[in-house]
Each structure stands twice: as C-alpha cells, then as structure tokens.
C-alpha cells in the first residue's frame, strides 16, 4: 500500500482547500459538533451542498451512465475528510447508502427519480434503522410490513432517526416475511417524510443534538416504492452500514481536537508548572498521538481494500470504526482529565480552557460509540467474520 499521494491527488486536495476558503460560512461550518456536523438540517448548510454539487463532487465514484465520474473512492475520502475538517456538512447518506444501494439494486424508475436530485443536492434522507427493542441490531427489526392491493401497509416505531425532523424522504427496513429467519424476511422502502401516517417526536443526546422517535400508523407504501428484491433487505442494509461506519465517521474531527490538546498542553501551566513538563501528561499525549495514527491508516486500508474488491470490505470498516469511535472517547476522557475542573464548563462560557470544546467533546464521542451500530456490534462482526468465531460465545 502506497501512503503517498499522488500529484492529482494533491492537485484535487488544492482545489476542495481552495472551494472552502471561497465559499466559507460560519453557520454552514461548525466544527464543535463533532460528527453530526455532517448533516443538512439547516438553510445554510443545504445551501452549501448545492454549491458542492455544483462542482460535480455529490458522485465522484458513480457510474458515469448515472451521472457519476467514475472516479476512485479514494477522491471521496479525501474530501470528506477536508469538509470534516472545518465542520461542514460531508457527502454521506445521499451518496453512499441510498444513492449506491439504488445504483446496485434499484428499479428504473426508483434510479431516475432519485440519482439526478441526491447529485444535485436537493433532497435529503432519513434513514430507519434502529427500533426500541432492537438497537444496533439491524437483524431484530420489528416493524411491520403487510402487503395489501399494490402496496404496503406499515405498523410499528423506528427511534434514534436523526434527520426525520427536516428530511424529505425516509429510507426505512421492515420485515416482510415475520416467519422467515432473523436476517431474513426485511425489505427496504422509500416514504415520504410528510406521509400522515408518520408522527415525530424529538429525542435529544447527551450532547444536545435532535435525533427522533419515528411512529408509523397504517403507513401505505405502493411496491413500487420497495428498493430491491423482496425480504433480500438485511443483505443491502450490512452493505449500506459498511459504508456509513466509515463515511460517517472520519478522521479529521480527531485530529483536530488532539491538536487543540496538544496546544493546551504546549502552554497551560498547573500549579506554576507547565504541564507540557509533566511525565505522566506527556505519555499520555504521546500515546493518543500514535493511536491517531493508527486510526488514521485503518481508515487508508479501508480505502484501499474498497479499491481493490468488487465487495464493501465489511472487516475493515469495523475495524476503523470501532477503533476511531473509541479513539475518540479514551481522547475526550484524556482531555478533561488533563483540563482538570475547568473542562466541565459548557461550550461558550467564556474563559473556558479550550473554550469549552472539553466539555462538548466529552458529550458527543458518547455517540459516535453508538450510531452506525455499536462496538459490541463491531466486535462481533469482527470475531465471527474475520476469526472465525461461533455467533453465540
């Protein structure tokens, strides 16, 4: 594996540099929200994707027949990473799980309606996975779907919906078949997210951003609005949540705050010592160092095994995901250790020790643990696919 990049690389990194200097917007450009930094739920941050799309970025890797270049996913990588890195909203769910899905499995007529507004920015997706007594566990999903006349008629609840509160469509699994064994008998739909069977409910996270509870009553979807093959949608959500545990989550939020620890450290003085002199403190930054590189090369070998497999590499996305996700918190945890009692004050307080991003990071790594499925989750895919474990140890 070559980690050098090469001159067109280099030459693409200079024009997304120069793209988010010319089109700079503090309120499409936050970078103390962490993760969810990635999502379009505001004017501003819509606005940016359509000038995004302008520039024929929404589908580097797509097929050309579908409006795509053709490009390799290592372009998409580096420029979510670039548009991580200042806080803005990055090319994911629209893109990669319902865009690449549609591409792969998609009727024509499911193709036609949604490729050309997912490359031109003009919608938006939910995406329903998760269900109260299931979690992370995309396979135990209850919803229900029963066919009636030309459709389907949808009863039950998703929660944890992030973007159901300004989304337009819902991109949703329900099992179809409630005798068929527990991966099996799940279908994918699109909804709208203005059907009147859908009720809402906000659900704020430990670091005060809106996810929802999604309640569905006698919900009617026509089957021409079901992605792919009948009961086959368990197979296209784990390749859709590959993808997610590495888009979703980059690198460049974590090397972010650990050079604003760094910082810190470089000048912040306890007890009229500085801490940058303190043995214990220094190990500890130099070991979250090296883990950030560790971190940052799983997600180049996740690049590289994409490249070179007609498959989603499902080990290495849970390898990077687990091992970044965790990152992330053993840093947040470092970080406020390090601060000491002035960390614990909230964002925007002013003199605040790194004005508060301490306290706020400490709050948000919580989810990244979680969303795209856990790290009990990651560890089981990883003993059972990549070890060669039995599923029930």
């Known amino acids: 594996m070559d980690f050098e990049f090469s001159q067109e690389e280099r030459r693409f990194l200079g024009e997304v540099d120069k793209f988010l200097k010319d089109n700079y917007d503090i309120k499409a450009m ?14 501003e941050r819509r606005a940016f994707m359509k000038k995004l799309a302008a520039r024929g970025w929404m589908g580097i890797t797509w097929p050309k ?25 990055q090319i994911g769910k629209g893109v990669g799980i319902i865009g690449k899905t549609l591409i792969n499995v998609g009727s024509e007529k499911l193709k036609q309606e949604f ?41 039950g609840q998703k929660v944890f919906t992030t973007s159901a509160h ?60 079901r992605v792919g093959q009948l009961n086959k949608g368990f197979q296209y959500i784990a390749e859709a949540l590959d993808i997610e545990r590495f888009s979703m989550f980059t690198f460049s939020p974590i090397r972010g705050r650990m050079e604003l620890l760094c910082d810190y ?18 190990q500890r930054v130099a070991q979250l160092v090296t883990e950030c590189e560790v971190a940052r090369l799983l997600g180049v070998r996740f690049v590289d095994a994409a490249l070179n497999s007609s498959k989603t590499p499902t080990i290495e996305a849970s390898h990077y995901k687990l091992y970044a996700t965790e990152l992330s918190r053993r840093l947040a945890d470092a ?20 004005k508060g991003r301490s306290e ?14 856990s790290s009990e989750v990651q560890k089981n895919i990883i003993a059972t696919r990549k070890l060669g474990l039995p599923r029930n140890f």
């Open 360 to 373: 706020s990071c400490y709050t948000y790594t919580v989810i990244d643990t979680i969303g795209g499925g």
């Open 335 to 354: 970080t406020m250790d390090i601060v000491g009692p002035g960390g614990q004050l909230a964002l925007g307080t002013e003199d605040a020790p790194l």
């Open 166 to 225: 300004f989304a337009d469509w819902y991109w949703v699994g329900a099992r179809t078949d409630p005798e068929a064994k527990k991966h099996h008998g799940i279908s994918l739909f699109l909804i709208r997210m203005d059907d009147p069977g859908l009720t809402i409910h906000p659900m704020y996270t430990m670091g005060n951003e809106r996810t929802n509870a999604v309640f569905f009553d006698n919900v009617f979807v026509h089957d021409d609005y």
């Open 115 to 155: 490729l050309p507004q997912i490359l031109a920015a003009t919608i938006e997706f939910a995406v329903g996975y998760s269900e109260p007594s299931a979690g992370s566990d995309a396979a135990a999903m209850r919803l229900k779907a029963e066919r009636k006349d030309d459709g389907w008629v949808l009863n």
């Open 265 to 282: 450290v470089k000048t912040a003085k306890r007890d009229g010592k500085a801490l940058k002199d303190d043995p214990v403190i220094r």
């Open 65 to 89: 027949q579908y409006g795509g270049q053709d490009g390799g996913g290592f372009y998409e990588y580096l420029l979510n990473e670039k548009l991580s890195s200042v806080g803005a909203p």
């Open 30 to 43: 936050d970078v103390t929200r962490e993760n969810m930094a990635q999502v379009c739920d505001t004017p």
